[in-house]
């Protein structure tokens, strides 16, 4: 049974550093065709998706957002942890975190959809 | 970036009829070495993170209702209930993974 739960801090002030950690079970990290999402929505609004990490450590990150986010794996202690910077209030939503299984969706090149996610995580920035 | 456009916003069913959610791409989503449309939907209900219905544009998600179908190719896709459910009250995302950054529509909301 695949489980995920994010966690880090509700509230942030601007200009800090936000750092979110993706605890799982159930998968590896390290299998084939195995990679980890963060997609976050701001209350009443869509799904923007941040960031995934592959199981090869191919890491890919939005645009938009590239020089402000980092991806770090801990195989270890099954954690994914997704820091972003200079936080403002516009990056206040909740944050997700979703398990891909390209190969078991049949996938040739090693994307696939998001078939589990975690709870999610609001994180509130202001000061 | 390749953006996600779904009609219509918002929609409201009476209960075992059907509805249709549609998506547009801005640019092709399928993938000609494998023939796949790197297209998703997902149901988000109230307070609860995304479930995935579709993968592939057709293929239904183990678990999910037959009463939910994906169809379309290309850039054109659409999801169908075919007879609405009270549960089914819910936001309707597509999403494409064919290219980073992995994007989502806007969303569709479905009422009764």
């Known amino acids: 049974q695949i489980t995920l739960k994010e966690s880090g801090p509700t509230l942030v002030k601007p200009t800090q550093t936000l750092t979110l950690t993706c605890t799982f079970s159930g998968f590896s990290l390290s299998t084939g065709g195995v990679g980890l999402g963060w997609i976050r929505q701001p209350p009443g609004k869509a799904l923007e998706w941040l960031a995934l990490i592959y199981w090869d450590d191919d890491k890919r990150y939005s645009p938009s957002l590239k020089n402000r986010l980092t991806l770090t794996k801990d195989a270890s202690k099954n954690q994914v942890v997704l820091t972003m910077t200079n936080m403002d209030p516009v990056d206040t939503a909740t944050y997700y975190c979703?398990?891909?299984?390209?190969?078991?969706?049949?996938?040739?090149?090693?994307?696939?959809?998001?078939?589990?996610w975690g709870q999610g995580t609001m994180v509130t920035v202001s000061s | 970036d390749i953006v996600m456009t779904q009609s219509p916003d918002s929609l409201a069913v009476s209960l075992g009829e059907g509805a249709t959610i549609n998506c547009k791409s801005s640019q092709s989503v399928l993938y000609s070495s494998d023939n796949k449309n790197y297209l998703a939907w997902y149901q988000q209900k109230p307070g609860q993170p995304p479930k995935l219905l579709i993968y592939w544009a057709s293929t239904r998600e183990s678990g999910v209702p037959d009463r939910f179908s994906g169809s379309g190719s290309g850039t054109d896709f659409t999801l169908t209930i075919s007879s609405l459910q009270a549960e089914d009250v819910a936001v309707y995302y597509c999403q494409q993974y064919y290219t980073t950054p992995r994007t989502f529509g806007q969303g569709t909301k479905v009422e009764i």
């Open positions: 979703a398990h891909m299984d390209s190969d078991g969706q049949g996938s040739e090149t090693g994307d696939g959809a998001f078939d589990m």
